[in-house]
């Protein structure tokens, strides 16, 4: 039985931007199985793997894990009916949410598509999604901060247009449940 009410709203809020940007929902309907699954990096994200599973044991799942080598990444999968309903039912509703919410689903978001990068004091968002990009860029404006959304000059490996989101640095200072903010934080924090 999946309890997304023992979630804070900044936790749902995270686990659907994590969700929107890692993950990936699908039903086999001759199996009759829901599935969930994350794809993240098994080297450089174990601390964001290690935050999702809290989330997702919080909340009565049984996630599983699979690294694959090949690709130097991680799949997260959970076999939920309610989970899978409860993400599908948040994508329709994602305009009138709580601040606490959006501060959750852009944290999720980063740490899914973003990176902070110190030297410029800017987080970054690439994202194949103008339609996401948009929402993320209002939700921050919300937040009372001023971004920068630009369509990124399409390389020889991109197979789809792509958007840049630049996130000034201050988003450290909200109460982000954003692991990567949390290592930048640590850094600071060390150097200082």
Known sequence: MVKMDSLTEKEKGYL????????YAYHDKKQRHYSIEFFLNSEKDTDVVNFLRGLLLKIGTKPSFRKDKRY??????VRSKRLYEALI?????LVDSSKEFKIGF???FIDAEGYVNPAERMIMLINTSKKV?????KYLED????VVLKKRKKSKRDRLPSY???VPVNFINT???SVKVQRYKRGLQVAG
């Open 16 to 23: 659907f931007g994590l969700f929107l940007g890692d993950g």
């Open 72 to 77: 130097n990444s991680i799949r997260v999968r």
């Open 89 to 93: 039912a948040q994508k329709k509703s």
């Open 106 to 108: 852009i944290s999720g």
């Open 133 to 137: 990009m948009c929402l993320i860029k």
């Open 143 to 146: 937040l009372g901060m001023r």
């Open 164 to 166: 840049r989101l630049y």
């Open 175 to 177: 109460e982000s449940n």
